[in-house]
């Protein structure tokens, strides 16, 4: 890689890396993305860390369902970036793409605060996005 | 022969006597002068080295990291036997000091004549730095304190401050990786201001967990407006508890106590 592409490869990694302000999600979750939709059944923007709960169809059909986290993420960081308490409304289909809890059996994503904005089901983005600081 | 007087020499007396007065008070002001740190300040940053850390931000400088070169045996011992679930930020405890400095939130400072408080964005902490010379009240020999006790002083345009009469905290000095901190820890800090530019320089000991001290220097910006409440909740922050494996899942389940529940 030249250096262009290293310094570039850094201004990325800033912009997109997942905020250990709280707890440290390194071992938790799988380093490779996932898509996940389903429906909201909770969104709670809220400290230390906004919590989400997603609905999700199995390949059985069968409706589990998964903790969203935004990682080390404060309520006010989402909140620069546009979230708000009414961003998701019960029952509304989401996608997301985040990386998978690690521990077997257990539904968990993480979505990382400064990218992977989430989606509707039309496609457009959750919020506008930018800055969490 | 009488000595005459001499109005030449009254006036040389006078301007001498001002000189010297001034030289005295300049010399004292210079020697007490106190900083003015009052204020909402953005959070803290390392010096720019061109690679950041922690989520993209400008604080590795300020991280004891889990594989840290300072770390004792013993550190990496407690380190891999400390229990994730049971650290104390699931109940809501806050991060711990000099840690919370290292966190992305605003802080603020006031100056009052008897002591310095500092007000952490993150988790609502209030520290208190007692001033000398003020009659502050000593700790008793029994009392340890989560956040220890601080005592400073004014000193060649600073704010010095030594704390220690830390508890042992099971996250004490990194409460993402689970490295603790003793009764041991100390931890020293100078203020000062560089035109609008808060400067803090930290160093901190702990001779059962560090090699060598922490040190660093960081500055912060004036923060225009405080832009958040924190007001932690329990469910949310023990929410991530469910997606992670145990490290003793022989052992028996932990009913966690609702703090928040109680009237």
Redesign the interface.
């Given at each position: 890689m030249n250096r262009i592409g290293l310094a570039l490869f850094f201004v990325g990694a800033s912009l997109t890396g997942t905020l250990n302000a709280h707890h440290s999600t390194q071992g938790i979750y799988q380093d490779e993305l996932s898509d996940l939709t389903g429906t909201v059944k909770m969104w709670r923007l809220i400290n230390p860390h906004p919590h989400l709960v997603l609905e999700v169809k199995d390949e059985q059909g069968v409706v589990q369902e998964w903790d969203v986290s935004y990682g080390g993420a404060a309520a006010v960081h989402l909140k620069r970036m546009g979230y708000a308490t009414d961003t998701f409304a019960v029952g509304e289909t989401i996608n997301f793409k985040g990386h998978r809890a690690r521990a077997a059996g257990v539904n968990g994503l993480l979505v990382e605060g400064g990218g992977n904005i989430p989606t509707r089901a039309d496609g457009t983005p959750v919020v506008k996005g930018g800055s969490m600081f | 022969m009488q000595q005459r007087f001499s109005v030449r020499k009254l006036v040389y007396g006078i301007v001498a006597g001002a000189f010297a007065g001034l030289v005295l008070v300049r010399t004292s002001t210079a020697a007490d002068a106190i900083p003015e740190i009052a204020g909402l300040w953005q959070?803290p940053q390392c010096p720019s080295t061109?690679?950041?850390g922690?989520?993209?931000?400008n604080r590795r400088c300020m991280e004891i990291a889990?594989n840290d070169a300072k770390l004792t045996e013993r550190a990496k011992a407690y380190h891999d036997a400390i229990d994730?679930f049971a650290?104390p930020?699931y109940d809501?405890a806050p991060m711990p000091i000099p840690m919370m400095w290292s966190?992305?939130?605003s802080f603020a400072i006031e100056q009052l004549e008897d002591r310095v408080l500092i007000r952490y964005g993150?988790?609502e902490v209030v520290r208190t730095i007692w001033l000398e010379g003020h009659g502050f009240e000593e700790p008793k020999y029994n009392e340890f304190f989560y956040y220890g006790h601080s005592v400073g002083r004014y000193e060649n345009g600073a704010l010095v401050a030594v704390t220690d009469r830390f508890t042992f905290d099971s996250q004490g000095w990194n409460?993402?990786?689970r490295i603790p901190s003793s009764t041991q820890k100390q931890m020293f800090e100078r203020f000062t201001k560089e035109g609008d530019t808060l400067v803090l320089e930290v160093t901190a000991t702990d001779p059962f967990f560090l090699k060598e001290p922490l040190t660093y220097r960081v500055t912060s910006k004036p923060e225009a407006e405080w832009?958040?409440d924190?007001?932690?909740?329990l469910?949310?922050?023990r929410?991530?508890l469910?997606?992670?494996?145990p490290q003793y899942p022989n052992d028996p389940p932990v009913n966690y106590i609702d703090y928040q529940a109680r009237p």
């Open positions: - | 959070m061109g690679a950041t922690g989520g993209g931000l889990e994730e650290q930020k809501c966190e992305p939130y993150k988790e409460a993402d990786s832009d958040f924190w007001d932690c909740d469910e949310a922050s929410s991530i469910k997606i992670m494996e």
